[in-house]
């Protein structure tokens, strides 16, 4: 039998039930869906980087590049925390609430983020996240 074990990190935003970051089934590590919010933040809009919403929950400020980057990020410290790494991610589903105005941009800065290492990827629009974010990872990575 292979070996599991769950992954969890204060290095990451809390997940918003119960599951953790990260379970690891002998070589490969699946990651939980991940968000842009900030390390160790719970589900609040003042926790995602560029984002702030007015009482009725409308955009104040919104920065689509920002939550790009802060997804990566703790995707990032997720793998560094299970003893995999950013090289090691081998598929990568993405998740937008708004394809026509946010792939152009996640595409620009996918690519930098990943000009060594391409995994497999697919992405998706969907119609909410169970938080106010605009973008969600869900990745697959070997972890030895």
């Known amino acids: 039998?292979?070996?599991?074990?769950?992954?969890?990190?204060d290095s990451a935003p809390k997940p918003v039930g119960s599951y953790p970051h990260a379970r690891r089934v002998g070589e490969l590590?699946?990651?939980?869906?991940?968000?842009?919010?900030?390390?160790?933040s719970d589900?609040?809009?003042?926790?995602?980087?560029?984002?702030?919403?007015d009482k009725?929950?409308?955009?104040?400020?919104?920065?689509?590049?920002?939550q790009?980057?802060?997804v990566f990020?703790?995707?990032?410290?997720?793998?560094?925390?299970?003893?995999?790494?950013?090289?090691?991610l081998v598929?990568?589903?993405?998740?937008?609430v708004n394809m026509k105005r946010d792939f152009h941009t996640y595409n620009r800065i996918y690519a930098e983020y990943f000009k060594d290492n391409q995994p497999c990827r697919t992405t998706v629009e969907i119609n909410s996240l169970p938080t106010p974010?605009?973008?969600?990872?869900?990745?697959?990575?070997?972890i030895k």
């Open 1 to 9: 039998m292979s070996e599991t074990s769950r992954i969890s990190t």
């Open 29 to 40: 590590l699946f990651l939980s869906g991940v968000g842009p919010r900030v390390a160790g």
């Open 43 to 53: 589900a609040t809009d003042s926790a995602v980087p560029g984002l702030k919403l």
């Open 56 to 66: 009725n929950g409308n955009f104040l400020e919104f920065d689509f590049e920002a």
């Open 68 to 70: 790009c980057r802060s």
């Open 73 to 88: 990020d703790n995707v990032r410290a997720i793998l560094e925390a299970s003893g995999s790494s950013w090289d090691e």
């Open 91 to 96: 598929d990568v589903t993405v998740f937008l």
């Open 133 to 142: 974010i605009a973008i969600e990872l869900k990745c697959i990575a070997t």
